[in-house]
């Protein structure tokens, strides 16, 4: 399984961001789909997941409202759409894979994301 996640930059507070997730390497229709985030100094946490067979989501309080997470089946791809940008969501945001959703095994390599005030 390989992840290859891409999209970050640097954005002024309020703007918007896509973060992308290509997936390949196998079939992944049990797979729950996560993101995650770590910033400088702090330690990993969880952003959002999408499972990829009936698209159901889950988000972190700190983000709901303003990123949706979704994915297009056709192109094994996960998208993180993040609106409203804060500086402290400042952080390299990592897309990982879990297995019939038991433990994310499987990780990209990371894109960073910064918000400028």
């Known amino acids: 399984v390989q992840l290859q996640a891409s999209g970050g930059g640097l954005v002024q507070a309020g703007g918007s961001l896509r973060l992308s997730c290509a997936a390949s390497?196998?079939?992944?229709?049990?797979?729950?789909m996560g993101w995650f985030r770590q910033a400088p100094g702090k330690e990993r946490e969880f952003v959002a997941r999408?499972?990829?067979?009936?698209?159901?989501?889950l988000y972190a309080d700190s983000v709901k409202g303003r990123f949706t997470v979704s994915r297009d089946n056709a192109k094994n791809t996960v998208y993180l759409q993040m609106n409203s940008l804060k500086p402290e969501d400042t952080a390299v945001y990592y897309c990982?894979?879990?297995?019939?959703?038991?433990?994310?095994?499987?990780w990209g390599q990371g894109t960073q994301v910064t918000v400028s005030s």
């Open positions: 990982a894979a879990a297995p019939a959703g038991v433990r994310y095994e499987y």
């Open positions: 390497g196998r079939t992944f229709s049990s797979y729950v």
């Open positions: 999408i499972t990829w067979s009936g698209g159901s989501t």
